[in-house]
């Protein structure tokens, strides 16, 4: 089975806006944003989940490939004006959808093999909490002890 892009923004809308309930703005007074908390949830784990850098280049990605789905595609300060504003939204949204991924019940995990610098002296290093999980080595470029889990 191919996924496309639209298919993926589909998929996160539904489960985000399930997760959201109703808004809880209607029925009060004042004017109904043009982009729901939803939709905005929704764009902005995309554009995490597709690695996209840049909220101008995501938007004109969006506006070229997404405009058909949604209603409103904000322009790029008002997208970081409502991204700002409901960053605890999108924590609460990432980690639900954390959450619900089957990755967070198996027992293999993937982790980055980036290595991290460590202590200046090797007696600091053995007394490391990394020590029964990683290997440390010297990092000859740098000068300077490193844990990895590569091997």
């Given at each position: ?6 298919d993926l923004v ?87 959808l954390a959450t ?27 007394r490391s909490a ?22």
């Open positions: 089975m191919h996924a496309c892009l639209d589909i998929a996160l809308y539904v489960t985000v806006d399930e997760w959201l309930g109703p808004d809880p703005r209607r029925g009060h007074p004042g004017r109904k944003p043009r982009l729901s908390d939803a939709e905005l949830v929704c764009l902005a784990v995309a554009q995490v989940l597709l690695g996209s850098p840049s909220e101008h280049q995501w938007l004109r990605c969006c506006y070229a490939r997404l405009g058909h789905l949604f209603p409103y595609l904000p322009n790029q300060p008002g997208y970081h004006k409502r991204l700002k504003g409901a960053r605890w939204l999108l924590g609460a949204a990432l980690a639900h619900r991924s089957p990755s967070t019940l198996d027992r293999l995990r993937l982790l980055d093999a980036t290595p991290l610098p460590c202590a200046a002296s090797r007696q600091t290093v053995k990394l020590g029964g999980w990683a290997d440390d080595g010297d990092c000859a470029s740098h000068s300077r002890w490193s844990w990895g889990l590569k091997r």
